[in-house]
């Protein structure tokens, strides 16, 4: 295997290992603090990078349209959905909804832009959508939640199921939305930055709406906090990093598809975390999801 292809599964294994980090936060934490932590985590690293390798040269005024809507429906909403997402339905599950993503923006592609559907997409679309139901509907295949006393094992709530299909329909809105400034030319963690830095600014300023519900109540915890920051980079700093840097040199479709490999990546993790054997359908749905992707990427 080259060393593109490894380093997109490393960023399947970062956003993995950041998903579960998340998941410990459960109950510790709420979702917009941990919005604010992990934005302005995100925004220290990203724009870092792109300082150091100039990466502001290739921003233009007509651009920030573009990544601030990509902002909006990619991290303030999508963001947000997600670690609800997670605290709701999971990490494994989650994870397996995020992959969603790709057949969306496939829809959007060609309802927006005019692109067409191939054969070939359609069928990977079929894919994701019957390992998803697999993983989520076989009998108690719920969702494996860690506490104190113990291992706690429950259905998955549709409701975690509704907000991980909205956090893959923002997630597909924002990347479209970025499309025209990413194809000329933007760099990547320079649009990162900028995404991450307006949603950063949103989540602060909730701070001050006098709305008891955007407030965060929970007792602050430096282990919290560092955790939260842990997730950022994994999830933003460390995985991005490595895609982009796979992108560079690899094959696109390969990259993005073993790039999406994190609802079998997250299985062992969870095993190791929980103690319990995910269940041979939780395998099999999570198997289907990335292939249905792998259909979707490589005929790009």
Request: hydrophobic letters at 55%; proline letters at 3%.
């Given at each position: 295997m080259l060393i593109p292809e490894l380093l997109a599964l490393g960023a399947a294994t970062c956003i993995a290992t950041s998903g579960m980090l998340?998941?410990?936060?459960?109950?510790?934490?709420?979702?917009?603090?941990?919005?604010?932590?992990?934005?302005?985590?995100?925004?220290?690293?990203?724009?870092?990078?792109?300082?150091?390798?100039?990466?502001?040269?290739?921003?233009?005024?007509?651009?920030?349209?573009?990544?601030?809507?990509?902002?909006?429906?990619?991290?303030?909403?999508?963001?947000?959905?997600?670690?609800?997402?997670?605290?709701?339905?999971?990490?494994?599950?989650?994870?397996?909804?995020?992959?969603?993503?790709?057949?969306?923006?496939?829809?959007?592609?060609?309802?927006?832009?005019?692109?067409?559907?191939?054969?070939?997409?359609?069928?990977?679309?079929?894919?994701?959508?019957?390992?998803?139901?697999?993983?989520?509907?076989?009998?108690?295949?719920?969702?494996?939640?860690?506490?104190?006393?113990?291992?706690?094992?429950?259905?998955?709530?549709?409701?975690?199921?509704?907000?991980?299909?909205?956090?893959?329909?923002?997630?597909?809105?924002?990347?479209?939305?970025?499309?025209?400034a990413m194809a000329d030319g933007v760099e990547p963690f320079t649009a990162m930055a900028v995404r991450s830095g307006l949603a950063a600014i949103f989540f602060l300023a909730l701070t001050l709406l006098p709305i008891r519900r955007l407030q965060s109540h929970e007792p602050f915890e430096w282990r919290s906090l560092r955790i939260g920051v842990a997730a950022s980079f994994f999830g933003t700093g460390l995985g991005m990093s490595l895609l982009m840097a796979a992108l560079e040199g690899g094959n696109v479709g390969i990259v993005s598809t073993l790039s999406s490999m994190t609802p079998v990546v997250i299985l062992p993790m969870l095993w190791l975390r929980t103690g319990i054997a995910p269940r041979p359908t939780a395998w099999m749905g999570a198997v289907f999801a990335v292939a249905g992707t792998g259909l979707i990427s490589l005929s790009l």
């Open positions: 998340i998941n410990e936060l459960q109950g510790r934490v709420g979702l917009f603090r941990l919005a604010r932590w992990q934005m302005t985590a995100a925004v220290l690293m990203t724009g870092s990078v792109s300082l150091a390798i100039g990466g502001w040269r290739s921003l233009e005024a007509w651009h920030l349209g573009y990544l601030a809507a990509s902002s909006l429906f990619g991290i303030m909403i999508a963001s947000t959905t997600y670690f609800a997402a997670i605290y709701s339905a999971g990490a494994r599950v989650t994870a397996l909804l995020f992959s969603l993503t790709s057949p969306f923006a496939l829809v959007l592609g060609y309802l927006v832009l005019g692109e067409t559907i191939s054969l070939q997409q359609a069928a990977g679309v079929a894919l994701v959508l019957t390992g998803i139901a697999l993983a989520i509907d076989s009998p108690g295949a719920g969702n494996t939640v860690a506490t104190t006393s113990g291992v706690l094992t429950r259905g998955v709530p549709l409701s975690g199921i509704v907000i991980g299909i909205v956090t893959a329909l923002g997630q597909a809105i924002g990347n479209l939305s970025a499309r025209p």
